[in-house]
Structure formats: structure tokens, C-alpha cells
């Protein structure tokens, strides 16, 4: 018992230092985002800022378009998110359940493209995108949801594990293709879906080289972009891009604490970058 | 109806379905990887259009880019920054994110809580994080010099000393990877069937050699792909790098991918940049082929 409770004790004085290791640069973050520029260079340093001050969050709005970075991340995230889905799971429904004479070394070739780091499109991708005008448009982000070869790979290994049977039971009660792949492998599909969600938004969120890239207009930028942006115009003034930063993680933190369950499953899903 | 006639029945059928994925596959992979292939032969300046009459001749030149860049000394000072990189990096995170795994396998009260603190860093943008991050090292100001001074160590410039810098970013990427391969980890113990610790408690097996003979080779598989996403990471480094040096000081921080972006972006030597992301290409599949033809040798499947 009485060795139980001091396990118990080592138990939770580990996991607590190691999760202040996770969370002091954190801890800094909120810290220096109440306090005034005056109060940052100042020795000692203050770990709690003596004197807080609102000042870092007003100059955050109303220099930057922070609501509209924000609404930016989030319709291309949601976009993005949608688009993978149903596009990768159309797909997969094809390699998985159909027998049709090429889908085998298309598959392959997806695959392979697996392999392929995003580096290389993105400079002629950038060529192709600036020739058709979809620069500085959220089409830009968006539309390489279409093709990822990850999320159609992960749906293929769900959808192979759902018996023929059920294929078989519904055609013969004159079901088409269309009714099956909705009314049979999407519900079926649903915790593979919805783990996917999860991570391809999360990719979307945090993605910063592709944006980067694609998007310099400022009505059009994500939250990482923004945050660059703040990041060239107040290169040492740390409470603003610290109050900044705390900002850009809010959204993503409580859609993590509702959305745990799938976070925690999806996890080997969102291991590659497709 | 007949064989013949229901196979083109199906195919029909299939074609809406995988229609927006090839269009996706084509315009996002395929016909740039063509494109790529012919800008790394080009000297182009990512100015005059690539339609124009004559662009061809003007700017083929062949294999120059890749000569140029495998006879510079660049290319292998950055293959070296890279492996000191990974050299440092890779065991640090797996420690790490092992011990993670092995704290939240263990069911107590708070779990939930811990999982969530080791997790924060994860879900924060790296844009953000290196932000943080070099705030934490700035040398007089930030935390971690101050932390340091508890225990009477005077700690270095960090990103402003080239010997620093590097395991600055190390740093700063265990802390954000650890939470991800942490939980993936966690995942393949959970995995690991409780009938073999409980034949081990039998034979009297101790803590250590459990963990040595039981929990270490049945983890292989998730070790090993732990390992495979790792490396593939740690060569396509970037949102860091920017960030937190920009490369510097005195390149001691330049990747492949923060000299494929400047090459493409900052100085327009798009061929260039396009050669050097194929020599990427080529690392990275020669590393993840090796990688899958040494797995043999260690990775147990039950």
C-alpha cells in the first residue's frame, strides 16, 4: 500500500517535469505577451511581469487583420479537409471494392508517389499556378486536396476490411454505385474519416512553406503567415509576436481538448505528409 | 449479361469516382514532377515566360545545375548540417518520446491531463514555436540562459554562435516532436499483448530485463516507422530554420529545403532549385530504401 502511494508519488513527479519541459517555453509566451516593451529588456528578468499591460494584444489588432488571418486558416483548413476527403475516398472505393482492368497500377503509382517530397512540385506548381492566375487565391491551397495519395491509402486498407457481402446484398436490392459508396462505405468508413479529418486539418492549420509561397497578399494569408508577416515588421519587439503566437494557438488548442478521441487514433495517419 | 459486357459496366461505373483524384494526380504531381525534371536542366530566372519562343534553346544547359551543385562546396556542407542534425536530433526525440510513451501507458489519475500538456507543442504551429523558441534563447534576456544561471552556468549565444545554433534547433524540435512520436509510441506498447509480461512475472523476469526481452522488440515495429518518418522529417527541416537563423550564422544552420526555397524564391535560379529538390528526392529514396531493407535485421513482426 504504502509502497503503491510512493510509486504513485515518483509516478506523477516525472510525468510533471517533463510536462514542465513541454510547457515553460509556453509559460514565457504568455508571460511576455503582458508586458510592456519596456519591461522585456530589463535584469533580472520578470518572470511574471510586474506591471501587466494589455499593450502587446492592442498592437496585434490593429496592425494585423488577425480576425480575417484566422477566418483565412479556417476556411482553407475546412476546405482542404473536405476536398481530401471526398476525393480520397472515391478513390479508394474504386481501388478497394471495383475490378477494373488499370486500378491496380494506378494504385501503385500513388503509392509511389508517396515517396515524392512536396519540394519538388512546389517550384513548377508555383510556375503552373502564377500561368493560370490561381496565385494569391485560396484555390492556390485548396485545390491540392484533391489529390493525397495518403488519405486514399489509409481509406483502401478500412474499405478492404468491409465484407463483399453487404456490396453484394445491396446491388441485388438495386442499389448503384453512388448509393453503395454513400450509403454503405462512407458510415462504415466513419472512424478512418474521422481521424483523417482531424489530421488533414491540422496539417492545412500548421502548413507554412506551400502558403508561404503561394500566398503574398494579405487579405489571403493563414495564421502562419500572418504570424511571419508580424515577425518581419517587430523583429525584437517579443511581446507583440509573443501575444501574436499565443493567438494563432488558441483555435487549434480547444479544437484539440473536443476532438481528443480522434487525435489519439489518427495519430499513425498523420505520421507522413502526403 | 456477359463477362466482357459487365467489366465495361464497371469500369464505367468507377470512372466518376476516380475522376477529381486523377485530375488531382495530374495536375499536382505528375505533370509538375515533368515540368521539375526539364527546369533542372534550365537556368531559368522564374521571369521570362516559359511558353516564349526560343526559351529552349536559350536555356537548356543540360546537367550543369546538378554538376555545379555536386562540384560545390555547398551541397556537402549542407549534407553535413543535416547529419549533425540528425546525428543529435534522433536519439535525444526517441528517448524522449519512448519515455513518454512508457509514462502515459501506465493507468493513473491525470493521464488525461499529462497527455494534453505533452501534446501542446504539437498542435502549435511550427511558425509560432520557433518564435517561442527564440525568445526562450535569446542570451540575456530570454529564459534559458536565466534558467542556467540558477545552476551557475553561463549559457552560449545560441543562434547567434555557430556552434550553438544547431543544437538550438535540435532542441526546439524535440520539444515539438516529442508529444507526436510519443503517442504513436504509446499506441504500439498498448499493442503489445499483457500475457507475455504476466509469463515473464512467472519466470521472474525484473523490471529491466521485461523491458529489455518484451517491451523492446515488440515495439520494433513502431520504432521502425517512428524512425522512417523521422529521417524523411528531418531532411525536408525548414519552418525552424527560417525562422529561428535563416540559415545562419555563417551557414552553419543551411538544409536542403531553406536552400531550395532561397535558390527558387529569394535569388529566382529556379533550375538550380529544381536540381537541388531532385538531389533531395534521391536522398530521400535511397535513405527510405536502405531503411526498408535493414528492417529485416531488427524489426520483429509476431
Not at chain 1, 486558416?73 to 472505393?93: D, P
Not at chain 1, 484533391?146 to 478500412?158: D, H, K, N
Not at chain 1, 453503395?180 to 500548421?206: E, G, H, Q
Not at chain 2, 544547359?61 to 543529435?88: D, H
Amino acid at each position: 500500500m504504502i509502497k503503491n502511494k510512493a510509486k504513485s508519488v515518483l509516478f506523477h513527479i516525472v510525468a510533471l517535469a517533463v510536462g514542465m519541459i513541454a510547457m515553460i517555453p509556453f509559460f514565457w509566451m504568455v508571460s511576455t505577451s503582458f508586458k510592456s516593451q519596456g519591461a522585456l529588456m530589463t535584469l533580472p528578468i520578470q518572470w511574471i511581469p510586474s506591471a501587466p499591460t494589455l499593450e502587446a494584444y492592442t498592437r496585434v489588432f490593429s496592425m494585423f487583420p488577425f480576425a480575417r488571418a484566422i477566418f483565412n486558416s479556417l476556411f482553407i483548413a475546412v476546405s482542404y479537409t473536405l476536398i481530401t476527403i471526398l476525393a480520397s475516398s472515391m478513390a479508394a472505393f474504386v481501388f478497394a471494392k471495383m475490378q477494373i482492368p488499370f486500378a491496380n497500377g494506378l494504385f501503385k503509382v500513388y503509392l509511389a508517389s508517396m515517396m515524392i517530397p512536396t519540394q519538388i512540385t512546389l517550384i513548377p506548381l508555383f510556375v503552373v499556378m502564377n500561368k493560370i492566375g490561381l496565385i494569391n487565391t485560396y484555390g492556390s491551397v485548396i485545390f491540392p486536396s484533391l489529390f493525397r495519395a495518403f488519405a486514399v491509402f489509409m481509406l483502401v486498407q478500412t474499405m478492404k476490411t468491409i465484407p463483399n457481402d453487404f456490396l453484394e446484398a445491396a446491388r441485388i436490392d438495386g442499389a448503384n454505385p453512388f448509393q453503395i459508396y454513400r450509403k454503405i462505405m462512407m458510415p462504415m468508413c466513419a472512424p478512418t474519416i474521422a481521424t483523417l479529418c482531424v489530421t488533414t486539418f491540422m496539417d492545412s492549420w500548421n502548413d507554412y512553406l506551400w502558403p508561404l509561397v503561394m500566398l503574398s497578399n494579405k487579405n489571403f494569408m493563414t495564421l502562419p503567415l500572418a504570424l511571419n508577416q508580424l515577425n518581419g515588421q517587430y523583429a525584437t519587439q517579443y511581446n507583440v509576436l509573443m501575444a501574436g503566437s499565443l493567438l494563432s494557438m488558441l483555435p487549434i488548442i480547444i479544437v484539440y481538448i473536443f476532438a481528443q478521441r480522434y487525435f489519439k487514433s489518427g495519430l499513425m495517419a498523420g505520421g507522413i505528409k502526403g | 449479361m456477359t463477362k466482357k459486357k459487365k467489366a465495361i459496366m464497371e469500369t464505367l461505373h468507377a470512372f466518376p469516382f476516380l475522376l477529381p483524384s486523377v485530375i488531382g494526380l495530374f495536375i499536382f504531381c505528375l505533370i509538375p514532377l515533368v515540368i521539375s525534371v526539364f527546369l533542372s536542366m534550365t537556368d531559368w530566372n522564374g521571369l521570362e515566360k516559359l511558353t516564349s519562343s526560343g526559351f529552349f534553346a536559350k536555356h537548356f544547359i543540360g546537367l550543369e545545375n546538378y554538376i555545379k551543385i555536386l562540384s560545390g562546396k555547398e551541397f556537402y556542407q549542407v549534407l553535413l548540417n543535416t547529419c549533425y542534425f540528425i546525428v543529435l536530433y534522433i536519439p535525444l526525440m526517441l528517448a524522449a518520446s519512448i519515455g513518454i510513451a512508457m509514462l502515459l501507458n501506465s493507468p493513473r489519475k491525470g493521464i488525461g491531463l499529462y497527455r494534453i500538456l505533452y501534446y501542446i507543442p504539437v498542435l502549435t504551429s511550427w511558425v509560432a514555436g520557433a518564435l517561442i523558441w527564440r525568445w526562450v534563447l535569446s542570451p540575456q534576456y530570454g529564459i534559458m540562459n536565466n534558467i542556467l544561471a540558477m545552476f551557475h552556468i553561463t549559457g552560449p549565444n545560441w543562434l547567434q554562435d555557430a556552434k550553438w545554433a544547431m543544437p538550438a534547433i535540435v532542441m526546439a524540435s524535440v520539444w515539438k516532436d516529442m508529444g507526436f512520436f510519443g503517442l504513436i509510441l504509446l499506441s504500439g506498447l498498448q499493442g503489445i499483448s499483457k500475457s507475455y509480461y504476466e509469463a515473464a512475472k512467472v519466470d521472474g523476469a525484473g523490471k529491466w530485463k521485461q523491458f529489455s526481452s518484451i517491451t523492446l522488440p515488440l515495439l520494433t515495429p513502431t520504432l521502425f516507422f517512428v524512425l522512417v518518418v523521422a529521417l524523411i522529417n528531418s531532411f525536408q527541416l525548414f519552418p525552424q530554420v527560417m525562422i529561428m537563423t535563416d540559415g545562419g550564422p555563417n551557414g552553419a544552420t543551411q538544409v536542403m529545403v531553406e536552400r531550395i526555397y532561397n535558390y527558387g524564391f529569394r535569388y529566382f535560379k529556379m533550375g538550380y532549385a529544381a536540381a537541388f529538390s531532385w538531389l533531395l528526392f534521391i536522398i530521400i529514396f535511397a535513405l527510405t530504401s536502405l531503411q526498408l531493407k535493414m528492417q529485416k535485421g531488427w524489426v520483429h513482426y509476431d
